[in-house]
Every structure is written in C-alpha cells, then in structure tokens.
C-alpha cells in the first residue's frame, strides 16, 4: 500500500482550487509504490496524479526533480511534468505534506516482459540519456559503492536473519566491488530505477517513463544494468531469460549506444546494481514492522541475481 497520507476529499477539492484544472470528479488511492502517497485524480477537465512527499523524499531534492522532467519532456521524452498553478507555483503543501500535481500518462505497467517490450524500454532508457546529456542540473547518488557499505554496516548481523552466511556473502561481493568498480566511465543524470512497473505500456510501445525520485548524477550505463536486472529475470529471481536480455541491450544500443569500455565493464555494473537492490530490500526487511501496511520485498530475489552475474559470461549479457 502507497498511501502513507489520508486527504480528506473537501481538502483535495480545496486544493484543487489553486489551478487551473477544473473541478474534482473522483479521488482514488494508488496502491503501487512505496516512496511516497499517490493519488489518481479526476477532474471536469481531466486526470492527474496528485505526489505527497513522505519521510523518504528530500524535499530540497525536488527543484531537481521538477527542473529535469521539463527539460526531458522538452526534448519529447515521454515523461510526466510537473503542472503548476495559476501563480506558477509546483510545489504545495497538503495535509501535512509537501505535495504537488503532475500529468497523468495512460499505459499500464507489464508483469512479465515479451523480448519486444524489452527491447523497447532498451530504447526508451538510450533516449532518456540522449535527451539529458545537456541537462545541467546535478544530484549525488546517495546508493553508491559508499552508501552500499553504510547500508551493509547498518544491517550487521541482522543479514543472517534473512539467509544463512548472507552476511558472508554481501561482505565479499563489496570487497570484489572495491577492487573492480570502473571509475572512469561517462557520466550523467540517470533514471536509477527503471523497472517495469515505471515504464508504461500499450502493447509494445512505451507511453510513459515515471517515477524518478532516485535520478542522480551516476555512472551512464550503470543506469542499464539498473535495468537490466530489473527486466531480464523472473520476478524472484530464479531464471535469466536471454532473450529479454540481449533484446533490451540491443533496443539502448540503438537509440544512445555503448562503448567498448562500458560493455567490458558492464558485468561489474550489473553486480552492483544487483548488490544495490538486495542492500535497500534487505534493510527495509529488517527495519519494516511486521504489522506496517506496505508490503516487504524479497532481498533474495537480487541475492539469486548477483549470483547469476557473478558467474555469467559477458556474451550472456550483452547479447553478443
């Protein structure tokens, strides 16, 4: 569940007020998510997504946010911007919350990726990079190869509650990180989160790339095994399906393309995000009450991941 923040409708409706978007028809929580508290709104004009910023979004990051949706959305990527209100303002504040409107894209988001589709998000993602390599604006990655220790140090000997030796296992996995983490790659704004539930859909065309609260000034093509991980294998893990792989490899190849340095280190970089993913769901593990009304994700699902990494040929991944 993804709706942190109850908004009375008489609130909502008042809030509403502020823009020029017409009246409220309808209000319904989005249950997707679990960053902030959403809500699909319905208005006489039309429908929008309505963001309360929750504990984990830094307010002082969204300038950011805002500034890099309407630069990319200039350049015809398909993302969602930020709507402002009569007095040019995007930021508000409601119930308690910073809060702010923003477009509201169709599409649906795919459980289980045809290779099509796959290839398909390769090129949304190549676009994206296109279209933010003049964007100026600069946010640091806060998961990086550092923040990844803060993170295993925080977790401790809890990891062991989770799997047997998985405290073992992290510790070495960030040992071989320090001595092969590729530090003279391009970089640039990335999305850092682009699984398939933030890519909308109509059959194999991407309608929409959304939710970009972890964009951050990062290694180019870290933000491709990112997605790669996210793609490419069953949901918990268990199976590599090649053929989503090499498609979406392909589909980014064609739209920004990757250098021989970048595909020679992209193993590592795979590794790392898979690292990345089992970090954050391992400490969300440990630390979410049992009686919290969001649903934990399986850190393992990424340890069966960076596993696969671990020991795959690079052909494996690439495609080639």
């Known amino acids: 569940m993804a709706v942190y923040t109850h ?52 307010e002082a990051d969204l300038p ?20 402002a209100d009569r007095a040019g303002g995007r930021l508000q504040e409601l119930s308690g919350r910073p809060a702010c409107l923003i477009e509201f894209l169709t ?16 090129k949304a993602l190549g676009e994206l990079h296109r279209a933010a390599a003049d964007f100026t604006g600069v946010r640091p990655n806060v998961l990086d190869l550092p923040g990844w220790h803060d993170l295993a140090a925080k977790c401790g000997d809890d990891f ?6 998985l405290g073992r296992r992290v510790a070495d996995e960030l040992a071989w990180l320090d001595a092969h983490w590729p530090s003279d790659l391009p970089r640039s704004v990335i999305h850092a989160d682009l699984f398939p539930d933030n890519v909308l859909m109509l059959g194999d065309d991407v309608t929409g790339l959304i939710d970009f609260y972890f964009s951050c000034t990062e290694i180019r093509a870290y933000d491709l095994a990112v997605t790669h991980g996210a793609w490419c294998f069953a949901h918990d893990g268990s199976a590599y399906h090649a053929d989503r792989g090499a498609a979406l490899v392909a589909g980014y190849d064609a739209a920004f393309g990757l250098s021989d340095a970048e595909r ?14 089992l970090l954050t769901r391992a400490y969300d593990w440990i630390n979410t009450p049992s009686d919290a009304m969001v649903t934990r994700k399986d850190p393992l699902a990424f340890l069966r991941r960076l596993d696969f990494y671990a020991a795959a ?3 494996m991944l690439l495609g080639a």
């Open 7 to 58: 908004v009375p409708a008489e609130d909502m409706a008042a809030f509403l007020t502020r823009y020029d978007v017409g009246s409220l028809v309808s209000a319904k929580g989005i249950a997707e998510g679990v960053e902030n508290s959403n809500y699909l709104i319905e208005t006489t004009r039309d429908r929008f997504i309505l963001t309360l910023y929750e504990k984990r979004v830094d």
């Open 64 to 83: 950011f946010f805002m500034d890099l949706l309407d630069h990319l959305g200039a350049r015809g990527c398909k993302v969602p911007r930020f709507i």
């Open 107 to 122: 599409g649906v988001s795919v459980t289980e990726p045809t290779p099509a589709q796959a290839n398909a998000a390769g």
């Open 160 to 165: 062991d509650r989770i799997a047997p030796g």
């Open 264 to 277: 020679a280190a992209f193993p590592a970089l795979c590794r790392g995000a898979a690292l990345r993913f």
């Open 313 to 315: 040929e690079p052909s």
